[in-house]
Antibody, heavy 117, light 108 residues
């Protein structure tokens, strides 16, 4: 079965860091375009960033609100995608989803990040 | 950044009725890179339509997408009880990718 499972969400103070993980099964993360999307409480979907497949160069792009603070990476040996989040702000509070594909057609259940002062 | 504006914000309809959801882009979008998602409370989004008009795997044919340039439409031909949800348009061509703010389809 093709699926992704996010983990790593937590309560963290402003200015802190957190690393989210997205473990994939049924497909190879390095061969797929992968995305991070977030949803603040009661709000709509917000694209966070994506990383291209290794064959397509493997580069990552980010939304303006997170550029310079968030980093997307992969561990091919673990078939896992990561989102490193630094200098966290209150407005980063959200459910974070990982999705595979372009557009994303394999989604996890999300992991909750809460940033407090 | 391409801003996607969805209308209406809320659509109140009865089961069996036709739903027409609109999404307007602030600049022209390549049709190959336009999608629609459905999201129900407490669930992850589900891909319905990609490449403007192609249905994702397992999506019933009552869902259809059309459009080009800056104007795109999702049509649900006859609403089933399970179709009441929030729908988002999404462009996935150039970065940054963006989503519309969503249209809620509620039971009248």
């Amino acid at each position: 079965e093709v699926q992704v499972v996010e983990s790593g969400g937590d309560l963290v103070k402003t200015g802190g860091s957190l690393r989210l993980s997205c473990a994939a099964s049924g497909f190879t993360v390095s061969n797929a375009w992968m995305n991070w999307v977030r949803q603040a409480p009661g709000k709509g979907l917000e694209w966070v960033g994506r990383i291209k497949s290794k064959n397509d160069g493997g580069t990552a792009d980010y939304a303006a609100p997170v550029k310079g603070r968030f980093t997307i990476s992969r561990d091919d040996s673990k078939n896992t995608l990561y989102l490193q989040m630094d200098s966290l702000k209150i407005e980063d509070t959200a459910v974070y989803y990982c999705s595979g594909g372009s557009p994303g057609d394999v989604w996890g259940q999300g992991t909750t990040v809460t940033v407090s002062s | 950044e391409i801003v996607l504006t969805q209308s209406p914000g809320t659509l109140s309809l009865s089961p069996g009725e036709r739903a027409t959801l609109s999404c307007r882009a602030s600049q022209s979008v390549t049709s190959s890179y336009f999608a629609w998602y459905q999201q129900k409370p407490g669930q992850a989004p589900r891909l319905l339509i990609y490449n403007t008009s192609s249905r994702a795997t397992g999506i019933p044919d009552r869902f259809s997408g059309t459009g080009s340039g800056t104007d795109f439409t999702l049509t649900i031909s006859r609403l089933e009880p399970e179709d009441f949800a929030v729908y988002y348009c999404h462009h996935y061509g150039t970065s940054p990718r963006t989503f519309g703010q969503g249209t809620k389809v509620e039971i009248k």
